[in-house]
């Protein structure tokens, strides 16, 4: 199965073609650049360099946030535009449980309590955090939007390893407060490869969702409605 899979949620863009899950070709984007440009290039040129036509795609894949509400909604249309044409399904992963699944494979993260805690943090501006918990491969708190000095007081002493580009920005807090807990080596890692793994295993498990059942994970309305619901 050909998976060809994107992230436009973060600074820096990802995308990702796997066969069966073997990764064949990945690509970042320059974060000083906007989604819209890069995306439709980054994807010609991925494809070029694994010589796959785009009528060899088996199953698309796309980060639904949360994240850059511009870039979600720029990668949500870009891959449903692909899967539409093509008749072919388009998964939808959140970026969060991305997050995890990178930490999962991350080591050491098991301690002796049982599965390490595993708190991912991306960056949702206004000194706030998008974040969810996970306890080995259960999500434990779902998807919430908080400031971090709230977050760190529920989560007390407890090890825990931290992961998203919201953790930079918050390092010296979860020093302070958060003993024990281990930080990402690379708070903000690409995605695309890990979106393409999930997207692939739940394929086999026979989760073909059609590209108009794709819903964006905001956890925050975007700034355009709430400006206007402040008017």
Do not use: N
Not at 32 to 55: C, F, K, N, W, Y
Not at 149 to 176: C, H, K, Q, W
Request: overall charge neutral.
């Amino acid at each position: 199965m050909m998976v060809l899979a994107l992230d436009s949620t973060a600074r820096r863009s990802s995308c990702a073609l796997l066969r069966d899950d073997a990764v064949l070709a990945t690509r970042t984007g320059d974060p000083a650049q906007s989604s819209a440009i890069q995306l439709p290039g980054d994807l010609r040129t991925l494809l070029a360099e694994a010589h796959v036509d785009l009528g060899e795609i088996d199953h698309f894949a796309v980060a639904v946030g949360p994240g850059s509400f511009t870039g979600l909604r720029v990668g949500i249309a870009t891959m449903q535009g692909l899967a539409f044409a093509r008749a072919k399904p388009l998964a939808g992963v959140s970026t969060l449980d991305a997050l995890a699944q990178i930490a999962r494979s991350a080591s050491p993260i098991v301690s002796a309590g049982g599965p390490f805690r595993i708190a991912t943090w991306v960056d949702a501006w206004r000194g706030e955090v998008f974040a969810a918990v996970y306890e080995g491969e259960a999500l434990v708190e779902p998807p919430s939007v908080e400031p971090p000095e709230r977050l760190v007081m529920r989560y007390g002493s407890r090890p825990t390893y931290f992961i998203g580009d919201g953790v930079a920005s918050f390092a010296d807090l979860i020093r302070t407060r958060c003993s024990g807990s281990v930080l990402a080596s690379e708070a903000a890692p690409p995605l695309a490869v890990t979106i393409g793994h999930l997207a692939s295993a739940a394929a086999r498990a026979g989760d073909r969702p059609a590209p108009h059942d794709i819903r964006p994970l905001y956890v925050r309305r975007p700034d355009v409605e709430l400006t206007r619901a402040g008017r």
